[in-house]
């Protein structure tokens, strides 16, 4: 037998590790009236393990975001079962730091298919089954507010995720479904385990780090209240001012005066 149609349910990108897997921990406990929670990433075995720690159903959709015809295995679920999708959370990302032409092409443009373009397969696919009060949540960062020197594909396509939100909670307005943009600075995840593969960030930037946690509960505020960004804590909130109020030249002088001769 199939699964019962229409059935009430959360989707998680990136929830075996990190914010997408608070997310999910804090959803679990927030949560009424949904069935199920689908959780996806490449990793099965760390979705496994999140699943047991969960008490709503949780279904377990271990997908490589980048593979066509694994997203087209997904978008054929979708029409197949006709979830009514609450919340549609994308956290599936990933960058790196390093200068462009020290990092291989492959790298860069990984990082352009998974921050942009699986974001946005994703999110036209599940689009057709949200209803009015859905919430859409679309992890930035807040390195889309300027270009950054050692991070600028990464700060490109998180530009592109924050420029994308805006637009698209224009045009789901009338519809009452509602688009927030998270823009973290630095968090307590195993992002910088990939991103400091060939380079480290600045020091001053590690100071802002915050937990996960700490993110998550921010942004399901900001979602819950229908605000378009969530931006954490007060020194990338400052940044965020900073960023609309100054040049760019002028900002990217001084963090070129804090790189140093590198």
């Known amino acids: 037998m199939g699964q019962k149609k229409g059935k009430n349910?959360?989707?998680?990108?990136?929830?075996?590790?990190?914010?997408?897997?608070?997310?999910?921990?804090?959803?679990?406990?927030?949560l009424y009236k949904t069935d199920e929670i689908w959780l996806i990433a490449r990793r099965e075995e760390r979705l496994r393990e999140l699943a047991k720690l969960m008490d709503i159903p949780s279904r377990i959709i271990p997908m490589d975001v980048t593979d066509e015809q694994e997203m087209r295995a997904?978008?054929?679920?979708?029409?197949?079962?006709?979830?009514?999708?609450?919340m549609l959370i994308n956290c599936a990302g990933f960058g790196l730091m390093g200068r462009v032409d020290a990092l291989s092409l492959e790298e860069q443009t990984a990082m352009?298919?998974?921050?942009?373009?699986a974001l946005t397969e994703i999110t036209w696919y599940c689009l057709p089954y949200m209803r009015e009060n859905s919430r859409l949540i679309q992890l930035a960062s807040s390195a889309a507010f300027l270009p950054q020197r050692k991070?600028?594909?990464?700060a490109a396509t998180k530009s592109y995720v924050l420029s994308f939100s805006m637009a698209l909670r224009e045009e789901l307005k009338k519809k009452g479904i509602w688009v927030t943009a998270v823009c973290p600075g630095p968090v307590e995840t195993e992002f910088f385990d990939i991103a400091e593969k060939y380079g480290?960030?600045?020091?001053?930037?590690?100071?802002?780090?915050?937990s996960a946690a700490r993110v998550v509960k921010k942004a399901l505020q900001d979602s819950r209240d229908k605000r378009?960004?969530?931006?954490c804590s007060l020194p990338i909130k400052a940044f965020r001012l900073i960023a609309k109020v100054l040049p760019h030249p002028w900002i990217l002088g001084v963090m070129n005066l804090m790189y140093g001769k590198d």
Not at 18 to 26: H, K, T, Y
């Open 200 to 210: 480290s960030t600045l020091a001053v930037k590690k100071l802002t780090m915050v």
């Open 9 to 30: 349910v959360v989707i998680i990108t990136g929830a075996s590790s990190g914010i997408g897997q608070e997310f999910a921990l804090r959803l679990d406990s927030l």
């Open 74 to 86: 997904f978008a054929g679920m979708l029409k197949e079962e006709e979830p009514k999708i609450r």
């Open 151 to 154: 991070f600028a594909v990464y």
């Open 228 to 231: 378009a960004v969530s931006v």
């Open 112 to 117: 352009l298919r998974v921050n942009c373009g």
